[in-house]
């Protein structure tokens, strides 16, 4: 081939690129809008699983919009508590109606999933699968003089360690493991209410009850994803993860139980009662009801303002349930995200790092610390206003047993 040959052949290669780019560009365009009007922290939904590729766009759009100097310019909420307003430059924090819980779990749950592999502090290698805050057994929670029972100790190098004492320490409260002794040895039917990715069911029918039938729902699809994935397994054949699409107690939403059926409901730290006990929550504790046995338990642990604390305690004994069982966690909840500090500040590291817009220079930059600081927040990192509520006391981190009425009514 002649010089001008070849000269005229990469020329109409150079072309042919061009082209090339150019209608990838005009495909790329209507994805380009979408994610650029998608505000992850409100317009996501709980039947969406997303992929690494749309984790990308969605995250690009977000780091270059003008979500994230109003995100870091926002002032301290005015809230009814002046000494403890918060902002979320300093302390990560985000009005509640500033999110839908819908939208960000469907983040977070497709982040561990996009990342399934992260390393602890100690050089363990795990999947994020505890969701949760968990407590310590450092405080010496769960010892009674009536009933002398001490939460197992989980070791040090175990990343998820915090979640399993929180999990654990649930189904084995006295007057539950009292409980389970009358059924002779038949199957403990469990059911739990918000499971996530059910690591603590995993951990429950595998470990601590695996004489028990234990069916996991939560309302996204995502977290019901990675259950059946990597918890749901067929040597695991006491465990069932199972979607309820708009949440139990959420327009109808059933538990799929028969009346009168179940030994013990759990609620583990999933996102109800976050500011009183109202209609929705009202609709739950009706559903848990209906399916327990009398003198079934309803099981509920979770970090929440104290005053909502009261108002259930003021309210179950009107919906069929008197306490069996109650016990503060606040101290052991606060060492544990003290003793879990470096172990989640590697984990959000690791959870970001696939994707590129928060690489990029300035934008980027501020992108990650928004970021940071809203994963930061919600797993009430110190320093942040979730955690420092739990430090003040204005929320309270509790585990109860709630005993249905032989009447049930």
Known sequence: ????????EKKQGGGNCKYIVLLLAVLMVPLVRWAAAFNPLTDGGSGLDYSVTTMQFILGAFCFSPLIPMILDKPADDGDYPEENYSFAEHGD????DYKQDSIYAILYSMYRNAPVLTSEHGVKYEFTFNTWGI????????????????EAYPPTDPQRHGKHAYRGLVVQ??????????????????????GTGAGANLITREVLPN???LALDMQQ???NTCNRKHATPDNKGLTCKRIPNGVGINGGKIPNEDSSVDIVVISETHIAEAEIGDLEKSIFAEIRRVLKPGGFFVWGNALPTSVWNQGDAYLPTAGFEMAYNTNHTTGAVIARDEDAARVD???AQLI???????????????AAVSERLIGNFYRHPGTAMYLKMVSGLDSYMHQAWRVTAEGK
């Open 136 to 151: 310590s057994n450092s405080d010496q929670a769960g010892k009674d003089p009536k009933y002398p029972i001490q939460f």
């Open 222 to 224: 995502a977290a019901i």
């Open 212 to 214: 028990s039938n234990y």
């Open 346 to 348: 590697l984990a959000i």
């Open 1 to 8: 081939m002649s010089k001008n040959a070849k000269v005229e």
């Open 353 to 367: 790092s696939p994707y590129w817009a928060l690489q990029a220079p300035y934008f980027g930059e501020r992108c």
């Open 174 to 195: 006295p007057p539950v493991t009292e409980y389970i002794k009358t059924l002779n040895g038949k199957p403990v039917e469990i059911v739990e209410v918000g499971c």
């Open 94 to 97: 985000v009005p509640e109606e």
